[in-house]
């Protein structure tokens, strides 16, 4: 099947994996490569069927209905459809708060 849409990295989301693999190495190199290319592997695989992952919970319950989510415990992939462009925003650990998280994003 032909990928129907580009799955771009937002600079941040980036840095989000990359503070993940930096904190994971420090006790296994080989956990760390597994959850990259995890994580990696499923923000790709976006190009099929973005829709298919769930409006951030938080987000829709003050109406806002832009930004979807995949799980791969215990991340959260955030990310938005724009066209035919997938961007992913975000890459969270599911056990931080994620309005704390995204509050600070935007005093910063």
Do not use: C
């Amino acid at each position: 099947m032909t990928p129907t849409y580009k799955v771009q990295w937002a600079e941040v989301a980036e840095k989000d994996l990359i503070g993940i693999i930096e904190y994971i190495a420090e006790n296994s190199l080989t956990n760390a490569i597994n959850v990259f290319e995890k994580l990696k592997k499923k923000a790709l695989s976006l190009n099929q069927f973005p829709q298919r992952g769930r409006i951030v919970p938080e987000l829709k319950d003050h109406g806002i209905i832009l930004y979807r989510e995949l799980i791969v415990t215990p991340w959260r992939i955030i990310y938005r459809i724009s066209g035919k462009k997938v961007y992913v925003l975000s890459v969270i650990d599911s056990r931080q708060n994620f309005e704390d998280i995204l509050l600070n994003r935007l005093i910063e």
